[in-house]
């Protein structure tokens, strides 16, 4: 990989941090284009070049149309989705003529991105997943009884998810999280430990897979720290999504483990953070990157080996200042993070490795301090992050609206 150069479509997410991460320790020059002036992914010697651009959210046009011309410009090896931005490309691929970029085709994208159309699916491939219900009137709130998740079908970060407890909630939610292109269903919880599946699909083939277990808890309910794990009960669910789908490019799958079962409960369209991956033997990114550019593929499946441990100190942090919320246990917790207690013990940072990348302590340096003084701001961090990065599925129409007035 050395000598290349990749553009990421965003890098306020912890997803294309550590995908820098991943690309700058082999070698890969990358560059980034956001719409914040200081994504955290900005912060690192493996940063060559920050570009900026329009928000994709609130101009998704005018986005494409940046993006396009970068790679335009023939410097780049490829295009890599860090975030929701692989639904924006698979809606314009017509928009980005110049973008060597793997996704797969929007028809694709639309049985995965609508949490509803998600579960219809599963049930269709008789995957399993927790009990859920489509709610069109408030007495179907009560269908599964409490406590319920309440989940908006198009959603960010954990942005439209409510666990609730009796019919007050689940009303106040209904109300606050549904609109006319946004349907909500109800889901009960699923028992076991919370793990990922990823992969990367080659028009339906899949090249290489990866499963983590939650070892500590981000904002929103993520992954701060994972551990590589052996599942191919899970390894198997998602390559019959992928053949399903005839799937290009990356995927995730969210799920929870319980006696070697798996209840899937949600689905990234894209790869989430690779750090975990790659330590276990399989470079997400580096797989995109051929994917796109038509580089020789494994000829079998790469599945990671189990065992390995990986943190990311900040995002444990920020995590803390969620829940509990106290500066007490945002301080304990970077305290275990920092020295490997407990199920970090032997674990590698991924996020911000300070003793490779010196620049990246400045991220935590300005964040962790301000939740430490006020866990609350935890709040406004995490939105503006997502603000940064976030697409949505009105964007999309837009975006494919245009693709088909340019086509014709």
Known sequence: MHGKRVLLSEGSSLTARETLTVLGRRGVQVEIVSASSAPIAQFSRWCR??????????????????VDALMATG????????????????????????????????????????????ARLLDHLALPQPAWAEVQQESDLDRLGFPVWVKAAFSTAGSGVRHVHNHHEAVSAWHALRSPDNPVMVQQSAPGRYRQVQAIFDHGRLVAAAVSEQ?????????????????????????????????????????????????????????????????????????????????????QPVIARAGVRTRSTMAIGLGAAESPGTRRGIGGALLRAVARRGPLRGSVEVLTPVLHDPPSIIPPLVTLPRVLANPRAVEHLAGRSV??????????????????????
């Open 49 to 66: 070049r920050l570009h900026h651009a329009p928000a994709p959210a609130t101009d998704p046009v005018g986005y494409l149309a940046g």
């Open 75 to 118: 410097r780049f090896t490829a295009l890599i989705p860090t975030h929701e931005q692989a639904w924006l490309f698979a809606a314009g691929r017509r928009l980005l003529p110049h973008a060597r970029v793997a996704v797969a085709d929007i028809g694709a994208f639309g049985q995965l991105e609508s949490k509803v159309r998600f």
């Open 387 to 408: 603000g940064a990065y976030a697409v949505g599925a009105s964007a999309v129409a837009i975006v494919s609206a245009a693709a088909v007035g340019q086509s014709g």
């Open 215 to 299: 070892l500590a808890t981000g904002v929103g309910g993520s992954a701060a720290a994972r551990l590589s794990v052996g599942d191919p009960v899970a390894v198997d669910a998602i390559r019959r999504v992928g053949e399903h789908l005839d799937w290009h490019g990356g995927i995730d799958l969210d799920y929870f483990s319980s006696q070697g079962q798996p209840q899937f409960i949600e689905c990234n369209p894209r790869t989430v953070e690779p750090g975990n991956a790659a330590a276990a033997g399989v470079n997400l990114p580096q797989l995109l990157v051929d994917l796109a550019t038509g580089a020789p593929l494994p000829h």
